[in-house]
């Protein structure tokens, strides 16, 4: 599944697309994803675009008269601005009047879109239970150690949960435990201070060299414009099992252990 810097670089691959735009039509081929598409976006032709953002693995794209388009990629889901032909699992397309166009394409249905007006947003039941952002400013180590005190879940599993911070997926969290030398099995409420305040400069650093990158690219994942990803080529322990660790001066070979149903990979030799 896309995680954050992937849907972070969609987002920006849009924005530069189709912000200021003024929609022409919009053509939907197919009544369900996830969800049910909803009949009004058919209906959003004349709408002009504005500033697009992102809440966690939500892009949102948002119109002159007050109406949000919510969009989640799910598993498969990816935009393609200007596509060259019509493909099989294409599910719904905009046209602008400039004549340029996104087509919203996903093989396996688990992406969503939505309409919502921006007031209803925040308390959506989407958005209503969401943590922080990682990158803003309340994501900091006094609400990190305060949220994760007494918890005996293993931290890799809580820094993955969505009311704890949003957008730290699997491959990220593991990226990040490795650079902040933190076993992904320690207790979650048994990090000490300094350890916190590293953990979140490194799931920072590996979220912005990965957004810097185009995101990584797995199975389905591409930009907008079609291109992969090349974050992949940085991983330092995901996917790595029985090679040599990439730290400096350290004897270890990265394993794989299973923690919530997901493959977990580190260094027991650098990672306590």
């Not at 990682?134 to 931290?155: M, N, V």
């Not at 996917?239 to 990265?254: Q, S, V």
């Amino acid at each position: 599944m896309p995680e954050l810097p992937e849907v972070e670089t969609v987002m920006r691959g849009m924005a530069k697309a189709i912000e200021k735009k003024r929609i022409k039509k919009v053509e939907v081929y197919s009544k369900r994803l996830r969800t049910p598409i909803p009949p009004q976006l058919a209906k959003i032709a004349g709408e002009t675009v504005g500033k697009l953002s992102r809440r966690a693995k939500y892009i949102l794209v948002p119109f002159n008269s007050g109406q949000t388009m919510v969009l989640h990629l799910g598993m498969t889901g990816r935009v393609t601005i200007n596509p060259p032909a019509p493909e099989k699992h294409d599910h719904f397309r905009i046209t602008f009047t400039d004549g340029s166009a996104i087509v919203y394409n996903d093989a396996r249905r688990f992406g969503l879109v939505d309409l919502m007006h921006k007031a209803d947003i925040s308390a959506h039941r989407f958005f209503a239970h969401l943590g922080p952002e990682p990158f803003s400013d309340d994501f900091s180590a006094a609400y990190l150690l305060d949220r994760l005190q007494d918890r005996k879940t293993a931290i890799k599993i809580a820094i993955m949960d969505q009311e704890t911070v949003v957008g730290v997926g699997n491959i990220y969290a593991a990226e990040a435990l490795h650079r902040a030398q933190i076993s992904p099995r320690r207790a979650a409420g048994d990090l000490k201070p300094t350890e916190t305040r590293s953990l979140i400069k490194h799931i920072r650093e590996v979220l912005q060299q990965s957004i810097d990158a185009g995101g990584s690219s797995l199975r389905d994942y591409v930009q907008t414009d079609g291109e992969l990803g090349y974050y992949q080529d940085e991983w330092r322990v995901y996917g790595r099992d029985g090679e040599k660790c990439l730290r400096r001066r350290c004897p270890g070979h990265i394993a794989r252990i299973v923690q919530g149903g997901r493959s977990t990979f580190f260094c027991p030799d650098c990672q306590k």
